[in-house]
């Protein structure tokens, strides 16, 4: 049963049946925040695009006034789209880019089932329907308080939906033979060259295929054995 | 032969480590393949069949990888086609007529037997409330301006409904967005308070059931019952059904909170949303049809009693018909295929 592992950041761990288990790093309440307001951001935008252009054209001066008299045009036109835009917005976006939406895309986030699976039509919606409780009392409250207490980082609509927001993994490419090729030549110089300009070259090329050297000084024996690697290339 | 048992365990892993590294046309299709079948269909059955077996190329590669070069591109490029292609495996088959024709036809009347206790109490505690509106307001007429904002007090007191002459001010289709907005997010929010252990539903179906009981008292001492209950007929047969419906729903909620049915209380407390869910959608549906009523008839002066009452109860039976609640061809507790609580991955 998938169960998650507690740690600084904790993951999804996902059980399968060819015995090769997934873990999927879970996002916490800053990722989802970050994700919460660049939507939020956008659909304001959108709404207030609407309102402000479809008003204009509906009073045919310059004018954002609602009209004194209720008019089925104005709501039609102008109130409900905006409307729509605004409170819709997640709803529709999730459902269609499969759990994603603009500000979790640049968060780098997506959602997903308990599975590890994309989450269906009626997950989605249920999540999206227990905003309502989430939403209160003010700017989501309830649920940034379930975010921040539960061990998962959940609101209330996922622990209904069953889903939860995970990190989503970056592309990556695989080496090919020219990159063995850049590899094995620098290996061919590497004792002709000055430990600086060696450890400089081989960082920004390993860097480049996805070893990650943070403060921790990598060594020469460490970078070569890994440029080694590189230079067998998958290809061969 | 003699050569390969010389081996030393580096050199064993070096030359399975070179026969792994052959196979990157392999992971690069099958990451291809799930890619393209995660956006749409199958183009075949060999298409389809041809993703499972990479799905266990890709964990099989993934585990040498994650031995041998633990620290490579290579095994994060099997990581990511792996996630990718069991998120693909595990997605829900996309048959949108038939999830949607399973949904009304097999799944809502379903869920209607399912939740037949719980209707039976929200309507029982509606009317309970209802009628402990109208005794308060009839005994103590002051209580009233709980219920009521002074506008409509105003109004009746001066002899008429606060819906008289409605039309002439709000059109009839901006009346009935307003309304069937309003009745829409009042019956999901009653669904969704289920969450606070079933009180918040408990407390909206009290409320509304108190606000009709008083305002029938209060318009009854004014002589406008009658009037009241003329304005009511065509809509609120099923609305007020609704809101006993949408409170069945999160009584559910509530239920599998306080008295956990499936193992944990997070598990029940998703199966049950899931599961009452569904009923929400025919909910809204409904208030639909009962909005554009309230707009466009209810107000309207000069209409018969009869033909509100034949719309009303009209209505009311097409719900009826709708829900399917005697059904016999339904299996009460059927799994969605739309609103299905996620299963667990087989165990190992």
Known sequence: MPTTRSRATPELLLDSVTGVDLALPVAGAGARCYAFVIDWLIRAILFAAWYGVAALIYNGRWSFAAPLNPDPRWFVFVVAPAAGTYFLYHMVLELALQGRTPGKRMAGVHIVARDGSTPGVGALLTRNVFRLVDSLPLFYGIGLVATLVTKDHIRIGDMAAGTLLAYERTDVALPSAADAEIAGDLLSRWSSLTSDARQHLAIEILSRYGYEYGSTAATDATLRAQLERLSRGPTR | ?348
């Open chain 2, 1 to 348: 032969m003699t050569r390969a048992r010389a081996q030393t365990p580096t050199q064993r892993d070096e030359a399975l480590q070179a026969a792994l590294l052959q196979r990157t046309e392999q992971w690069q299709s099958a990451a291809a393949r799930s890619e393209r079948l995660s956006r749409e269909r199958a183009a075949n059955l060999a298409d389809a069949t041809q993703m499972a077996d990479d799905y266990r190329l890709l964990a099989h590669d993934l585990a040498r990888a994650r031995r041998l070069m633990p620290d490579s591109r290579v095994r994060q490029y099997l990581e990511a086609a792996y996630l990718r292609a069991h998120a693909t495996l595990y997605r829900e088959a996309s048959r949108p007529a038939e999830a949607l024709l399973s949904l009304f036809r097999v799944e809502i009347p379903a869920v209607v037997r399912w939740l037949t206790p719980h209707i039976i109490w929200a309507t029982a505690i509606f009317i309970l409330t209802v009628g402990a509106g109208y005794w308060m307001v009839h005994t103590y007429p002051d209580l009233i301006s709980l219920f009521a904002s002074p506008d409509l007090i105003a109004t009746v007191e001066h002899g008429q409904l606060w819906t008289a002459g409605i039309l002439n001010i709000v059109p009839s289709s901006v009346l009935s967005l307003q309304i069937l907005t309003n009745n829409i997010v009042v019956s999901l929010f009653a669904y969704c308070a289920g969450f606070v252990f079933g009180l918040g539903t408990l407390y909206i179906l009290g409320l509304n059931g108190l606000m009709l009981g008083a305002v029938f008292a209060f318009t009854g001492q004014h002589g406008l019952d009658g009037a009241l209950f003329r304005f009511i007929v065509p809509h609120g047969c099923v609305e007020l059904s609704v809101m006993c419906l949408s409170g069945a729903a999160g009584a559910a909620v509530g239920e599998a909170l306080i008295r956990p049915a499936h193992g944990d209380r997070m598990k029940s407390f998703q199966v049950a949303a899931l599961r009452s869910g569904k009923l929400l959608i025919a909910c809204a549906l409904l208030l639909v049809g009962s909005g554009i009523i309230e707009g466009y008839l209810s107000p309207r002066a000069g209409i018969p009693l009869w033909l509100r009452m034949a719309v009303g109860v009209g209505y009311w039976l097409a719900m009826i018909a709708f829900l399917r609640p005697f059904a016999s061809d339904v299996t009460p507790r059927t799994e969605s295929t739309v609103f299905s609580p996620v299963t667990p991955a087989a165990p190992r």
